[in-house]
């Protein structure tokens, strides 16, 4: 839901194919081409159950942009080759989310996303594999981003939705 200045909000409608469409009155979706993709803050800390991290996403255009819904994200192989996809997920046990909605990216300024995953073997140590990079492609877009950052991902592997700011949370 868009949030305007009166505290207003309204459900984004659905575009083709199922996937969300900015709030009318928004700018136009954010491309790749205004896009920078960032690794941000870690999530959990590295003994916990749960792991993540945010990702950060800034528009480097002179003109806003909007994103809206849930980028894909997925784990690959010292090759590149895309071995794990994250599920979609309205909120996990590290970023508190909902349901998606429009977010305005002014000129220089930043969305961000919450990507999180269990890290803790449970009796199959065989689910258990290392990655070292993360391939991101934001919401409406095609063409992915390698992002570095070694791990070891067991299970519950999850992506959530672009909210404001760089925290991957939306603040309650």
């Known amino acids: 839901m868009q949030t305007g200045s009166d505290g207003s909000s309204s459900r984004p409608p659905a575009g083709p194919g199922g996937q969300l469409s ?14 920078r993709v960032a690794v941000g803050a870690s999530a959990g800390n590295p003994s916990a159950e749960r792991q993540g991290f945010v990702v950060v996403l800034t528009n480097t255009s002179d003109q806003p942009c909007s994103a809206i819904g849930y980028p894909s994200v997925a784990a690959t192989d010292d090759n590149g080759r895309q071995e794990r996809p994250a599920a979609r997920s309205e909120g996990g046990n590290l970023f508190r989310v909902g349901p998606p909605e429009t977010v305005v990216l002014q000129p220089q ?22 990655y070292e990079q993360f ?38």
């Open 22 to 35: 900015p709030a009318p009155g928004s700018p136009p979706v954010c491309t790749e081409a205004r896009l």
């Open 109 to 130: 300024g930043t969305a961000s996303f919450g990507v999180e995953w269990t890290a803790v073997r449970s009796g199959d140590d065989s689910a258990c594999l290392p």
């Open 135 to 172: 391939v991101v492609i934001p919401p409406h877009q095609t063409r992915g981003q390698v992002l570095e950052r070694q791990t070891t991902i067991c299970d519950a592997f999850q992506v959530h939705p672009v909210v404001a700011g760089t925290s991957g949370t939306r603040p309650r």
